[in-house]
């Protein structure tokens, strides 16, 4: 256990794509689209492997501006992303998302950070950035289901009232599921990586319980504050980018 904590080797890492080619094999064999697939994955190794290196370097920043820096970096992109499934036009639906996540998640970030674990100095890299993306990507996530839904409740005669109704519910299953089948069903990530740290599991409990406190409001807030901002475009149905 201490050698798989302490580095896996590639040759090791490389039996984790197994699963990978399984799934990209019946996708061609069922006709999908498995090259989106594949880029999908091969993107994931290439951010991975950049963010490994790069962290080193943002870890001992000793400027908070360097950590506003790639906050807002991570949030434009999670911004940009989230809107991958929408048929209206990311240009004109941008600023809405990132509003939207930037408040919703900047609000949650901050009472975390701030008032949950006090971090000193308050822009504690090794904090804040993972803290950050786990709070930006899930709001991505959601955001990104609550649009799709949104539009196909109101291509199918919804009004825009009960489109939303029906989209923030949507967007919420996830974390949803989530909040109920934790500890019975799965140890999640960060839970798992200090147990096996080392930490006692009722100290990582208590961080979960943040953790899972963090991810449901601000992804509530982030997509209420999104589909609020809809309403006066809901009925654009083309991408024009």
Known sequence: MENLIDGIPYANLALAFIPIVIVIFIMWRWKLDYKKSIYAVARMLIQLMLIGFSLAYIFEATSYWIIIVVLMLMLMAASWISLRTMKMSRKVLFKKAFLSILVGGGIVLILITQGV??????????????????????????????????????????????????????????????????????????????????????????YQIMVMCMIFGSTGISVSLFLAQLKPDFSVPVRVD
């Open 117 to 206: 674990l006090q971090l000193d100095p308050w822009f504690l890299p090794s904090y804040m950035i993972p803290l950050g993306g786990m709070i930006f990507a899930n709001s991505m996530n959601s955001i990104s289901l609550a649009g799709e839904r949104l539009e196909s409740e109101i291509d199918k005669g919804a009004t825009y009232e009960k489109a939303r109704v029906i989209a923030l519910n949507a967007a919420l299953i996830p974390i949803t599921n989530s909040l109920l089948a934790v500890g019975l069903v799965s140890i999640p990530g960060m839970m798992t990586g200090q147990i096996l740290s080392g930490v006692s599991p009722f100290i990582a409990a208590r």
